[in-house]
């Protein structure tokens, strides 16, 4: 069995910042890439950034400069730390990971619980 735990939502004024986390639990042989996507009210969940196992990071356009995402691959844990958060930032922000169970299986996708997080002043 698997967990993603995700922590570090909460309420922010406009311009201020938030760090989240996902700790991932369980029977892990490996994981590829993690990642952090959300879901604002009435929207399609939407990527937001991700890390590889190694290489180069990816984000979307909206979070470009803001947002940085690093992983402690000892502690099978991802962040995302957000800067000069904007109201429209404001979504349920849910951790991804493609994760191996054992070697030779094929890699699963797996999601945190999700945590909110609102940008208001």
């Known amino acids: 069995q698997v967990q993603l735990v995700e922590s570090g939502g909460g309420l922010v004024q406009p311009g201020g910042s938030l760090r989240l986390a996902c700790a991932a639990s369980?029977?892990?042989?490996?994981?590829?890439?993690m990642g952090w996507y959300r879901q604002a009210p009435g929207k399609q969940r939407e990527f937001v950034a991700a890390?590889?196992?190694?290489?180069?990071?990816n984000y979307a356009d909206s979070v470009k400069g803001r947002f940085t995402i690093s992983r402690d691959n000892a502690k099978n844990t991802v962040y995302l730390q957000m800067n000069s958060l904007k109201p429209e930032d404001t979504a349920v922000y849910y951790c991804?990971?493609?994760?191996?169970?054992?070697?030779?299986?094929?890699?699963?996708?797996?999601w945190g619980q999700g945590t909110q997080v609102t940008v208001s002043s």
């Open positions: 890390v590889p196992s190694s290489g180069s990071t």
């Open positions: 991804n990971a493609v994760i191996i169970l054992g070697f030779g299986l094929r890699s699963r996708d797996y």
């Open positions: 369980g029977s892990i042989f490996s994981i590829n890439a």
